[in-house]
């Protein structure tokens, strides 16, 4: 079983494949909140604080998340989908954490279903739950877009990095990168300080910083620092091209 949030065909915004068709499918449930991120939302009333996919995350929105059940009737709802693109788009699975769901069988087996099908799977993950890949060898083929918090998340370093699942991850997949969420704030602070520690251990792993921004106006604020800051570190900027085009819109 897993809960699915929301699915779509559209661009992939962030990252090394940033500009890519691609399918998205958004699971919900994340073992991090993320407040430090600063997207405001209203739960009856009540203002709350986090990332800006907090309808993924948080289960005050699970009342309209999916459950999906069975492996079969999905993937023949996939099937539908891709034959009404015309072709096999690279497929996203983002969250909240995916990964959450990385021995559930259902996911598994959908998961396996677009690797056979030759199928490009990028995970989005936070790069915290690790995977057991002898137990389950098809996300091997996968590739990892490890978008590790750094402090400007709020969560306790502890809760936010796990050196294993992030060696394991790099080791056995097939593709991974780094991708940062920056701040100009954290820029002017602790950023390459933080993302060195980090890269002793994975000095050739690519790295990708994109700006914090839910919206396009908090994306403003901070993309020109982060472009400077990969200018002077040798780092790929990434743009959030869905929030640029579409702002707040979800879905797209
Ligand atoms: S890990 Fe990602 S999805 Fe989860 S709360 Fe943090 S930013 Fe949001």
Redesign the pocket.
Known sequence: MFYLVEEFFSIQGEGKYAGTPSYFLRTGG?????EG?GASYDVNGLVKC?????F??DRAFSHSWQKIEDAQIFISHLKMQFDAIGYLPHVVIT???PLLYASEKVFYAVFSWLIDSGIHVTFET?G?IEIDFDKFPAYKKAIFAL?V?LSN?G?LMSK?ININAIKKIIDNSQESFFKF?LSKDIIEDSAYDEISKLMINHPNQAIYCMPVGECKSTLEINDKAVFYFCMKHGFNYSDRLHIRIFDTTQGV
């Open positions: 994340c073992n991090l909140s993320c991120f986090g990332c800006d996919t907090y993924a995350v969250g909240g954490e936070n915290v978008s918090k998340s969560e936010r969420t």
